[in-house]
């Protein structure tokens, strides 16, 4: 059996499921001034008389780096950069505690002004007196040679708690992205480890000794340990469950939309034939764009507890959320409260008739009865949600379209289909087709489609490899990885030596052997000529697991959706 949890603003889903399908769910509030806690108490719930050793592992999908980022609550962090010739890294700044030093290498990896070790020491003994305890280390040129990042990692050792490299954290070349990704990696990691440390820590003390792993921006996962060396990988992990959650009962033969409909937003998505669609650059968040590699999502703020008001002489729905319906004894009306008024719920913990108190000043302004206000609001509701949708095409098809199988050249999205998840699902897909050109279908188990989705996906990574036959040598700065190659080393032994690294990486981050769904994302080989004479070849590559479902998914998935 598998855990299966997804920290939403309003609520945690937790699930366990098995070869019976579902075996359990279960929902707990989301005490966000003590995330963790609420973690731990969904676990105590859904583990209560069940041996440890019947339960394989468990998924937890978290908002604390995401809520972190987005409200601007990031923990005191620094970066040093060095760049050489070119764009100047000042243009980069992420921060107040943002260095730019001296040392330079260049595109093919070789030194052409070294560190100096004086101006490192000076600003490491600078940043501990003003009490900065983690920093981020990137060079222009550190994916091709890593070694300017590990002498200045050498030096600062002493000093800091936690140095982040921007090699291990992104082999990609995109100098201003990978600084971002490397800022926001040394600024998340304190709450993230508070948040490591208490899940582990309790665990323990209660006596459930199983594997946790972290759900991924991608879709995938990763070992729960290694997560603490990459927290920034679990930024938005939340929409991802919500794809995942709807990937095996999507449609084979469509392009499907796919919105979860939440307390506070809603995450909205594209399947292509169950596929879901990449980011492949990587998420912007905030002000930040990253090389955390994403799903494609779409977030608004609108949700079950958006504020619902009047301005001029016409409603709005959020985009904020100021707590929960007033149904729940929350302090403004929501389309949650218009759901009860409607009788469009079943959840017998609300109480109508506040909502009913809650939305009647709305129904005079707009000189109509409650009744007819409630329907108001669960129709704009809808409307908005479908607007956005639309806009979410629109932007896709602007560019190319990636999934996470393979690009889809000169593609135009047109999908008629769409599927909905979150609490109030079931009334708003009914809807949603009545007022629209869509199909609009429940994901079964819809309330807790996302924990379903988090429980059944497989541990993703990527690698990338590079080869220069002139020096002779193949490394992956990345994984800390170097070797000695002759002249006649070829793209064939790269790719080969590239998926060794990729199976020991997917393995010793938590991968199942029967889930190493391999795939090329980049083979490049350039002639290296000098003076008329080929003098060697560049070899690039890079190479993933796959985002997915974990090997044997169907037999479970099969008997939640005939439940």
Known sequence: MIIGLDVGGTHTDIVLVGESGLERKIKVPTDTSALFQTVLTGIEKITANIPSEKIKHAVLSTTLTTNAIVRDKLSPAAMIVSGGPGIDPEAFRTNEHYFTVSGSIDHSGKEIKPIDENQIEEIARRLKSEGIRHVGVVGKFSARNPDHELEIEKILAP???????????????????????????????????????????????????????????????????????????????????????????????????????????????????????????????????????????????????????????????????????????????????????????????????????????????????????????????????????????????????????????????????????????????????????????????????????????RTTCEVTLFADTQKGVAMAPGESFSKPVKSNFTKKDAMELGYDLLRQKALQTGADIDDLDLDVLEDLEFNMVRGFRLTGKNIRVKLQVKPGLIHNYKMITDKIAAM
């Open 159 to 457: 000093y800091f708690d936690k140095i982040f490299l921007g090699h291990r954290i992104s082999g990609h070349l995109n100098f201003p992205r990978r600084i971002a990704t490397t800022f926001l990696n040394a600024s998340v990691y304190p709450i993230h480890k508070e948040f490591f440390e208490a899940v582990k820590s309790t665990l323990k003390q209660k006596g459930i000794s199983i594997p946790i792993y972290i759900l991924k921006a991608d879709g995938g996962t990763m070992h729960f340990d290694a997560s603490i060396d990459f927290p920034g990988q679990s930024v938005l992990s939340g929409p991802s469950a919500s794809v995942m959650g709807s990937v095996a009962f999507a449609p084979e033969d469509k392009e499907t939309i796919v919105m979860d409909i939440g307390g506070t937003t809603t995450d909205m998505a594209v399947l292509i034939n169950q596929v879901p669609l990449l980011s492949p650059l990587g998420i912007e968040i905030g002000k930040y764009k990253t090389l955390i590699r994403a799903l494609n999502s779409y977030s608004i703020g609108m949700g079950g507890d958006s504020v619902v008001r009047i301005e001029g002489d016409s409603l709005k729905i959020g985009p904020d959320r100021i707590g929960p319906a007033m149904a729940y004894g929350g302090p403004v009306p929501t389309p949650t409260d218009a759901l009860f008024v409607l009788d469009k719920t079943d959840d017998v913990n609300g109480d109508k008739n506040k909502s009913i108190n809650g939305l009647t000043p709305i129904a005079e302004k707009l000189g109509i009865t409650v009744e007819e206000a409630a329907f108001e609001i669960f129709d704009l509701a809808c409307q908005d949600i479908l607007t956005h949708a639309r806009k979410m095409i629109e932007r896709i098809n602007s560019k190319p379209v990636y999934t996470i199988k393979e690009v889809l050249t000169g593609y135009q999205l047109k999908p008629r289909h769409i599927m909905v998840l979150g609490g109030p699902a079931s009334y708003f897909a009914e809807h949603m087709e009545q007022i629209s050109e869509f199909t609009v279908q429940r994901v079964p188990q819809w309330s807790v489609a996302n924990a379903i989705g988090a429980a059944l996906s």
